[in-house]
């Protein structure tokens, strides 16, 4: 975990987290969506905290699907009726 409590000049309170990039992906395809590209980097430190990047575009398929609805229900219902998804 990540704590800030100044971000761009403001004082903020804010926690983040790392997470698994490859069990972020598993949760995106588990809720439907199709993961179409990632791309890994490393962090710059001089403008940024210093832990390594990943970048999920994901999109759901457009035909509605009762066991995806199914399986979305079991991430939460944040995603349903999303058509594009960038994590």
Known sequence: MNHL????????????YFLDPDEVKVEIEDAGFQVTATIDRQPRPEVEYP????????????????????????????LRGTEWLIF
């Not at 409590?5 to 983040?16: K, M, P």
């Not at 970048?55 to 035909?63: E, M, N």
């Open 5 to 16: 409590t100044s971000w761009f000049g403001e004082r903020v309170d804010i926690d983040g």
């Open 51 to 78: 832990s390594r990047r990943c970048y999920i575009l994901a999109q759901r398929p457009s035909a509605p699907s009762p066991e995806r609805d199914r399986r979305h229900w079991a991430v939460g219902p944040r």
